[in-house]
């Protein structure tokens, strides 16, 4: 595991073995810790208490609950899977994808700017066309997620690869150009194949 993300009342760790660089994250708010889809590792609950007492572990995306349910277990705190709603928190939860197989929530922190996506955007070969810094889901290029429209994040916070911080305009411009982007992302995909990703 690699620590990535690290900011105010925000951290997160990528685990390197994996192809698809599964990356989860923290967030603190006054002293509680929401944890969000977890892979598990030795310094976890160590890292947890570091920043204060656990509130709950949420998995925005259905598909994969990677080890949410084992730590939140563990933590004795609920698991809370696509939610609408944290109560008690200060998050906005904004639907991205709501289909048969595929239901996923972003997280939407306005007070600090940072938005959290499980699986819509990534910063690995896999999801980028090309040099963009971000890009969405192959499987979301023709029908980009609107409801993640206006806003501009200081901290795009992803669930696989590192986040991009300091750069609002990368998921505008994700969402705008994520069809006529689509044959350089195919351009690319050999590579990515080649790299295992």
Same mark, same amino acid.
């Given at each position: ?12 760790? /990528? ?12 967030? &603190? ?14 310094? /976890?609950?160590?890292?947890?208490? &570091?920043?204060?007492? @656990? ?27 696509? @939610? ?19 239901? &996923? ?27 963009? @810094?971000?890009? /969405? ?61």
């Amino acid at each position: 595991m690699r620590v990535v993300d690290e900011i105010a009342h925000a951290v997160g760790w /990528l685990d390197e073995a994996d192809r698809m660089r599964r990356t989860s994250h923290v967030l &603190e708010v006054e002293g509680r810790v929401w944890l969000f889809d977890i892979v598990d590792w030795p310094e /976890l609950d160590d890292r947890v208490r &570091e920043r204060g007492e @656990p509130a709950g572990v949420v998995q925005l995306l259905d598909r994969h609950s990677r080890d949410c349910t084992a730590v939140a277990r563990r933590l004795g705190v609920p698991h809370h899977v696509v @939610p609408r709603e944290l109560p008690g928190s200060p998050f906005e939860l904004r639907p991205v994808v709501r289909r048969r197989f595929w239901h &996923e929530a972003a997280l939407w922190w306005p007070e600090r700017r940072l938005l959290l996506v499980a699986d819509a955007l990534g910063t690995i070969p896999f999801f980028r066309a090309g040099a963009e @810094p971000a890009g /969405l889901h192959p499987m979301l290029r023709l029908r980009p997620p609107w409801s993640l429209r206006g806003l501009e994040p200081d901290h795009l916070l992803v669930g696989h690869g590192e986040g991009v911080h300091h750069h609002p305009a990368v998921l505008e411009s994700a969402l705008r150009t994520a069809r006529r982007r689509i044959p350089r992302w195919l351009v690319g995909l050999p590579r990515v194949v080649r790299e295992g990703y």
